[in-house]
């Protein structure tokens, strides 16, 4: 029976997102006959967590379904033997990358990727805590029905179960690697008080975001776009795209990625870093793998933790080290456009040791470019005054180190890059949920 992986990372309280998303997998499990193991990979502190074990003790049996509920120790015995397993050198700065002290939403879902290894799934769909289901008639609607219609099959093969088609003929032997779709709701990325207090400085600040090279009206664009989503129009009707998704399209709390991909390469684990979670939706448009784009877009919504003076200061910042990770992402991205169709080996698959080069190259760029952004950032945020200043007065403050930070987190993803056939090779037959401390055995995927 093929097996899949239904992931929700967390570090917050979110009884209510739990519930619902075991109410996908078993939907998943029974519209389509596969095996949904639920991974909520909890980072939360203790009463929370508390709470989340109550409440996936609560959750009706599901056949098909199988819920793994791993508080961080038990995530890191199982790391620990992973790689123990592979007997690689540097295995206690790899541990850190995987499971670092900081926010990490590419190392979080890492981690999800090497457990899907572990449990022999084929694919693997992230939700966030953050969001919700949109209802239809009074039913959820859930994106699982396209990714489980579309991923692992050839792309040809789909032509008569999608609404429309703009793939390129020529990759339409290849395997369909990516579903997803976006969010409705309130932006992202906490940058509409930015908006609203000044149009100019949130078009200067959220234009770091944009690569350089584009058009102006193409960039004005971008930026009136950017973190947005599909909008707020609730769901009607299904509409369904056979492409190379972009990016721009998804969100990663509404996609689903086949192991032919992230069983190649990992995510950055860049820590208190917002967006470098995106890499893949990269590689897998620039490498002209196939995807199908949908419409069953999550309900976004910010909690109140976000909306607190603490909260808020956080979020900035890693709003600040997403817009100093573009610097080096785009020149990424920039290699991985230009190498298209190389980037795949004679077999169709991803060439970690080409991605891995272009990360390491991106660590040599000018930081010229990183202290220009952080002078719009500072510039902009203080003439907004109020909270806005003490944001500009945190990145004043670790301007060097945030700079240091961006280049150093490229190296580290690169190194990741180096280790991670080996990680996911010996993640396969090691136990999930083993307690921490005891013994290892031998057990199959």
Wanted: with cysteine.
């Amino acid at each position: 029976m093929r097996r899949v992986c239904l992931t929700l990372p967390t570090h917050r309280a979110c009884t209510g997102t739990i519930a619902a998303v075991a109410e996908e997998a078993a939907y998943g499990a029974r519209e389509f006959g596969v095996e949904v193991h639920l991974l909520i990979l909890d980072s939360s502190a203790p009463a929370d967590l508390a709470t989340h074990r109550a409440a996936v003790a609560a959750l009706p049996p599901a056949p098909g379904v199988v819920v793994h509920h791993l508080d961080e120790d038990r995530q890191r015995a199982f790391l620990r033997e992973v790689l123990t397993a592979a007997g690689l050198a540097g295995a206690d700065r790899l541990l850190d990358l995987l499971l670092p002290s900081a926010v990490s939403y590419g190392a979080c879902t890492d981690r999800a990727f090497l457990l899907a290894e572990a449990l022999g799934c084929a694919s693997v769909h992230r939700r966030d805590s953050d969001s919700r289901y949109q209802l239809l008639d009074g039913e959820p609607v859930f994106p699982i029905h396209h990714e489980l219609t579309a991923l692992g099959r050839r792309a040809a093969d789909l032509a008569g179960t999608v609404v429309r088609s703009r793939l390129d003929p020529g990759c339409a032997d290849r395997t369909v690697v990516l579903a997803g779709a976006s969010f409705i709701g309130e932006l992202s990325v906490d940058v509409a008080e930015i908006r609203a207090l000044d149009p100019e400085v949130y078009r200067e600040v959220v234009g770091l975001s944009v690569p350089d090279g584009y058009p102006e009206i193409w960039r004005r664009n971008l930026i009136d776009e950017a973190f947005r989503g599909a909008g707020t129009t609730p769901f009607t009707t299904d509409l369904t795209t056979l492409t190379l998704v972009s990016p721009t399209r998804v969100d990663m709390c509404n996609v689903a990625l086949g192991r032919e991909v992230y069983g190649r390469v990992p995510l950055p684990p860049a820590t208190d870093t917002i967006g470098t979670d995106y890499f893949l939706l990269h590689l897998v448009r620039h490498a002209r793998l196939p995807g199908v784009l949908h419409n069953r877009h999550i309900v976004n919504y910010h909690t109140d933790e976000r909306r607190s003076d603490e909260g808020f200061l956080a979020y900035q910042l890693r709003f600040a080290k997403y817009l100093l990770a573009t610097a080096h992402l785009d020149t990424v991205y920039a290699g991985l456009a230009a190498a298209g169709d190389t980037l795949l080996d004679a077999a169709g698959r991803v060439r970690p040791a080409a991605v891995a080069a272009l990360v390491r190259d991106s660590t040599r760029i000018d930081p010229a470019d990183s202290e220009t952004r952080l002078d719009v950032l500072e510039r902009g945020y203080r003439s907004l005054g109020g909270r806005y200043t003490a944001a500009a007065d945190l990145f004043a403050g670790r301007r060097a180190r945030l700079i240091a930070e961006a280049r150093a987190d490229m190296a580290d993803f690169a190194l990741l890059v180096d280790a991670w056939g080996a990680l996911t090779a010996h993640a396969k037959g090691t136990a999930v949920n083993r307690p921490p401390g005891s013994r290892p055995s031998l057990v199959a995927p």
